[in-house]
T-cell receptor, first 114, second 112 residues
Framework: AQSVTQPDIHITVSEGASLELRCNYS??????LFWYVQSPGQGLQLLLK??????LVQGIKGFEAEFKRSQSSFNLRKPSVHWSDAAEYFC????????????FGTGTQLKVEL | NAGVTQTPKFQVLKTGQSMTLQCAQD?????MSWYRQDPGMGLRLIHY???????DQGEVPNGYNVSRSTTEDFPLRLLSAAPSQTSVYFC???????????FGQGTRLTVV
């Protein structure tokens, strides 16, 4: 069965510092890949997605992610974190492309120190 | 547009009670899904639908029923609530050929 691993449960960074959140998936084929963000008490918002093509994808709020097939990874990055980025981040995969059968990682809680 | 609307936002049930979580979308999306979110476990797929009259099970379907009589609505029914069903429930919708799932704000359910 496909699985998604986010090895960092909590990450703390200082405002203005760079950020990288790790995501690895376990599946034979390349799935459709997503990063979602969840603010406290809110639903999930899509940051970016990868289906094919350029392995570096740009998303909203200044986030980007790089797909590395050899490492089965899809890490999320941001060059300079803002205090408003504090939230929980979820990596997800979908084999069908429809976006309605997502398998999520367990999430990374980001804390931003001022 | 309202997007995906879930009601209620909060609910407390007693063990053995039944209830229906409502989900409605106004984006004319064909695909809809229900997930539950538990601490340390991310979101897990309960049931999903690829169109009116078509539903299927996800990863954790036991104890839940769904139906899809219209494109807009996808209610989730708890037949006999158990404390293990205490969770936050999210409904999501996706266009048929689209790639992004739009999520509702969630329903926080507590079963005592």
């Amino acid at each position: 069965a496909q699985s998604v691993t986010q090895p960092d449960i909590h990450i703390t960074v200082s405002e203005g510092a760079s950020l990288e959140l790790r995501c690895n998936y376990s599946y034979g084929a390349t799935p459709y890949l997503f990063w979602y963000v969840q603010s406290p008490g809110q639903g999930l918002q899509l940051l970016l997605k990868y289906f094919s093509g350029d392995t570096l994808v740009q998303g909203i709020k200044g986030f980007e992610a790089e797909f590395k097939r050899s490492q089965s990874s899809f890490n999320l990055r941001k060059p300079s974190v803002h205090w408003s980025d504090a939230a929980e981040y979820f990596c997800a995969v979908d084999l069908t492309g429809g976006g309605n059968k997502l398998t999520f990682g367990t999430g990374t809680q980001l804390k931003v120190e001022l | 547009n309202a997007g995906v609307t879930q009601t209620p936002k909060f609910q407390v049930l007693k063990t053995g009670q039944s209830m229906t979580l409502q989900c409605a979308q106004d984006m004319n999306h064909e695909y809809m899904s229900w997930y539950r979110q538990d601490p340390g476990m991310g979101l897990r797929l309960i049931h999903y639908s690829v169109g009116a009259g078509i539903t299927d099970q996800g990863e954790v379907p036991n104890g839940y029923n769904v139906s899809r009589s219209t494109t807009e609505d996808f209610p989730l029914r708890l037949l006999s609530a158990a404390p293990s069903q205490t969770s936050v429930y999210f409904c999501a919708s996706t266009r048929v050929s689209g790639t992004e799932a739009f999520f509702g704000q969630g329903t926080r359910l507590t079963v005592v």
